[in-house]
């Protein structure tokens, strides 16, 4: 029996073997394609179309087009906000000597060089000089249901599901709530806070929680009754080890992220997917996201510290769904040889597919360095072993 992509990834979901494991490339901002890799990609297979459209601006990804996404046999693609949305959403990009400038709707400065950028990185905080939690209260945030987010959304799911029987991921308007707060902050003076002055350290986490709590009810009953996953995300390590202790975690973090997950469902009024995006070596944490309410977990690092793909499977395969971890990106998709390639993507296979519970990704995005023939070996490994 064939299913349809969107059965495919409900059965995933449910930790269910279907006729074979879903494919993504490009449903999320971490599971995406940037887009000088895209455009190689694409010259690679002899389409006619090189150029494309960017997707997320800060980090350069492209938005895959429909006959790639036909050709690959993918088989999730990501909804998001769109529109003609609240002034300063990534839009006004300038050009300032050697780089390119943008001013995102948080108040959070971003620049790209023209000559060789490859993305936009952060470089000046909003509430990097506050000094105490009433100063948090002055300060203008966004508007997480501010209706021209959603102008598209619906007819978008309708066309997705309806009319291509396809499954989508429900994007996020922002970063995660630990993201957002060291994003405002300063990654150096947030962490500070977090340890000496726990009141406006939780003052703004509180902030980027009421944040997205209104985005995710809005969104949610705009998307209606088809939507299977939300993604949400939050970076806490580093390729070798946590970046806050995991009793800090538990005691500000965790409390936040349950809230979250529990308004995200009473939003849905069902059990649906809370995809987690979270880098590096975050195996002491798995039981905690899971307690929170987090049932995906993406992009699986492999090549962090204690990521061991089978003995992830065998601790948290009945308990959480694995979205990634298919191939290496940061080493043997960029710079590994066709045969790497293949032995790499057959055995994440081997290791995350038994049972059902996977969804085939790459390690986060891949890199505008990552050469066609690689990812095209990676593929055509995927389709000859995708059959459980």
């Not at 360095?369 to 990676?378: F, G």
């Amino acid at each position: 029996m064939e299913y349809s992509s969107f059965e495919r990834v409900k059965s995933a979901l449910a930790h269910k073997e279907a006729d074979r494991i879903p494919f993504d490339l490009g449903a999320t901002g971490q599971t995406g394609i940037n887009k000088i890799a895209y455009s190689n990609l694409r010259k690679y297979l002899g389409m006619e179309k090189t150029s494309c459209e960017i997707s997320d601006i800060l980090q350069q990804l492209a938005r895959v087009d429909e006959d790639l996404i036909e050709k690959l046999k993918v088989d999730v693609v990501g909804i998001n906000p769109s529109g003609p949305i609240v002034k300063g959403r990534l839009t006004d990009v300038n050009e300032e000597g050697s780089y390119y400038k943008l001013v995102d709707e948080w108040g959070i400065k971003w620049k790209m060089p023209i000559e060789h950028g490859h993305y936009f990185d952060m470089y000046e905080a909003p509430l990097q000089d506050i000094t105490f939690y009433d100063d948090i209260k002055s300060y203008k945030i966004p508007d997480g249901a501010d209706e021209g987010r959603f102008i598209t959304l619906r007819k978008q799911v309708d066309e997705c599901v309806g009319v291509k029987e396809r499954a989508f991921v429900l994007g996020r308007h922002y970063a995660g709530i630990f993201e957002t707060a060291s994003w405002l902050r300063g990654m150096e003076n947030f962490l500070c806070d977090m340890a000496i002055d726990r009141g406006l350290a939780e003052g703004l986490l509180d902030l980027a929680t009421e944040n997205k709590i209104q985005y995710w009810k809005k969104a949610i009953e705009t998307a209606g009754e088809n939507v299977l996953v939300v993604a949400e995300a939050d970076d806490l390590a580093t390729q070798n080890s946590l970046l806050i202790s995991k009793d800090m975690y538990r005691k500000i973090i965790k409390p936040r992220h349950k809230r979250l997950c529990e308004a995200i469902r009473k939003a849905a009024g069902r059990n649906i997917g809370i995809f987690f995006h979270c880098c590096g070596a975050v195996k002491e944490l798995i039981p905690d996201l899971i307690e929170a309410g987090f049932d995906i977990l993406n992009p699986i690092q492999v090549s962090a510290s204690e990521i061991d793909t089978k003995e992830l499977k065998r601790l948290f395969g009945k308990d959480i769904i694995f979205w990634g971890g298919g191939c290496d990106t940061q080493y043997i998709l960029p710079r590994g040889t066709i045969q790497e390639v293949k032995d790499e993507t057959k055995r994440r296979i081997e290791d995350l597919a038994p049972g059902g519970g996977f969804i085939f990704a790459t390690v986060h995005n891949i890199q505008s360095d990552v050469p066609p023939q690689n990812i095209m070996a990676m593929w055509e490994t995927f389709m000859e072993y995708n059959k459980y």
